[in-house]
């Protein structure tokens, strides 16, 4: 099966806490991305990474940071510099030379203690 | 003001009937225009695609874009309980820009 495998489903952050989220594709897509989704609020787009070693800032960007090591994979780590985590986290990918649809995983549901 | 301004709902109509979905938008410069359906607690998975103004149809959906309005409409015939979802209106500057700008999401309830 293709598609994109977000890792954990739920995942709970102590206070002053990093905290790690995964996410691999195995579509052979070149571009990845993290959205947050807020309750009443559009997705905002944190990071993006178009090839391996290279990402760049999204939007809200604050307090998060990514690596892009392999094609595969791109995880984002929820620093304790980011003041307000609680949210629905949405990675996606897609390809950069077929066409341009967003590929979405099922999601990362981040609460804090 | 947001740049993309979509009504919540929540909107529940009966089975079977015609659904009409709709975004504002305020910067000119957007020309690609999504559709996105998002069953509660999964990814958003994308419905249509369109460029500049003008219709698209793609079975029971078609999604309208007016640009002279700054408006964008997603229209749903013959709904059925499996269209319960969240409806998430998106548009990209240009292409290849990695920007989305979406709507907060419309949530829609098809009533058997």
């Known amino acids: 099966d293709g598609g994109i495998i977000q890792s954990p489903k739920y995942l709970f952050r102590k206070e002053g806490q990093n905290v790690t989220l995964s996410c691999e594709q195995n579509?052979?897509?070149?571009?990845m991305y993290w959205y947050r989704q807020d309750p009443g609020q559009g997705l905002r787009l944190i990071y993006y990474s178009q090839i391996v070693n290279d990402f760049q800032k999204g939007d809200i960007a604050e307090g998060y940071s990514v690596s892009r090591e392999k094609k595969e994979s791109f995880p984002l780590t929820v620093t304790s510099a980011q003041k307000n985590p609680t949210a629905f986290y949405l990675c996606a990918s897609k390809s950069t030379t077929t066409n341009e649809k967003l590929f979405f995983g099922s999601g990362t549901q981040l609460s804090v203690l | 003001q947001k740049e993309v301004e979509q009504d919540p709902g929540p909107l529940s109509v009966p089975e079977g009937a015609i659904v009409s979905l709709n975004c504002t938008y305020s910067n000119s410069a957007f020309q690609y225009f999504m559709w996105y359906r998002q069953y509660s607690r999964k990814g958003p998975e994308l419905l249509m695609y369109t460029y500049s103004s003008g219709n698209k149809e793609d079975g029971r959906f078609t999604a309208q874009v007016d640009k002279s309005s700054k408006y964008i409409s997603l229209f749903i015939r013959d709904s059925q309980p499996s269209d319960s979802a969240t409806y998430l209106c998106a548009m990209r500057l240009d292409f290849g820009n990695e920007k989305l700008t979406f709507g907060t999401g419309t949530r829609l309830t098809i009533i058997p």
């Open positions: 579509l052979n897509h070149d571009a």
